[in-house]
């Protein structure tokens, strides 16, 4: 608020009573700030919750409807690329055909006038895995197995409608408040992920993942699968466990171990860890796409044996070892330069 002079018509500070020009009692106006425009003529941006190289994360509010949402949207010279374009505008239509409540719910999305292009999700309260994970890098067996189990019954969702996600990592789960303990696991950031058996925005040798969480397939471009995200999982899930990634270094050499390096068992970092949890995440960790769990579904049944919540055995798949076999000449030809990464 302001105060104006009746003669003089000037604006004064608030806390002025008389105008010091011409002795007269000043009156009281609002001045009422123009109204931000809306996004995409919808949502009303409230705050910055996060930004990356490609993209920033705004809380908003949803006129229509009250609710607030999250808006994911692609700025700078990436929302002026095709590629990225794409991508997140993928990302919208595969996500609208999943409902499940271990899978991020995607409302909205589009192009606004200037082109870029936006999503709209669901606004959780909490943080991701991987916030978490900062502060505590252990989880133990128990929340480790529970997390587990959640994020592989929300791909089975996604993988039953034809969706790899193929970046599954700590940064990529979220975990929902719900009360002081519980909390509820929700996969989210699709941006890499492919239709089974479509052509993918990346089919030009462009390697999509994060190195630590990659298959071996995905080091070499090969193709992809179900398989390729259990082999991520498998990852999470060690960490998860021992506090540790199976694997450490610099890029290249972290793919070169993800072909060829077999990881220690669990157990042999915590001797706590018990012979089923070895057991599911060696088998989630081989090598050749084959030798893992065959769906996410048989995953998710034999985590929640190894918690006791499902009758029967934990299952075992082949022996431990096992080599990967690059599946054309170029992926042989990287292949054998990552190999010199390796002592």
Known sequence: MSRTCARCKRTLPDDYRVCPFDAQPL?????????????????????????????????????????????????????????????????????????????????DGGRRDDGSPFLVMEYLEGETLGQLMRRVPKLGVETALRISAEIASGLAASHARGVI??????DNVFLI?????????????FGFARLQGAEG??????IVGTPEYMAPEQTLHDPTGHRTDV?????????????????????????AQHLYAAPRPPSDVDPSVSA???????????????????????????????MH?????????MEWADVYEP?????????????????
């Open 276 to 306: 089923d949890v070895d057991a599911i995440v060696m088998t989630m960790l081989r090598k050749l796409p084959r030798n893992r769990y065959p769906s996410m579904q048989d995953l998710f049944e034999d985590i929640e044996r190894a």
């Open 27 to 107: 009156e009281t106006v609002t001045i009422e700030e123009p109204a931000a425009p809306l996004y995409a003529g919808r949502y009303e941006i409230l705050r910055l919750l996060g930004e990356g190289g490609t993209a920033r994360v705004f809380k908003a509010l949803d006129v229509q409807t009250g609710k607030p949402v999250a808006i994911k949207a692609i700025e700078g010279a990436a929302a002026r690329t095709a590629t990225w374009a794409e991508r997140l505008l993928r990302e919208v239509d595969v996500l609208k055909t999943i409902r499940h409540p271990n899978v991020i719910e995607v409302l």
């Open 309 to 317: 919540t499902r009758p029967g055995k934990v299952t075992t798949l």
């Open 231 to 255: 082999y991520g999982l498998g990852v999470v899930m060690y960490r998860m466990v021992t506090g540790r990634l199976p694997f450490e270094g610099d890029a290249p050499t972290l793919l």
């Open 177 to 189: 408040e719900e009360g002081s303990e519980v909390r509820r696991a929700k996969v989210f950031d």
């Open 165 to 170: 996600h193929r970046d599954i990592k700590p």
């Open 327 to 343: 599946q054309t000449p170029f992926a042989r030809a990287i292949a054998d330069k990552l190999r010199k990464r390796l002592p």
């Open 201 to 206: 925005l990346t089919a030009q040798g462009f």
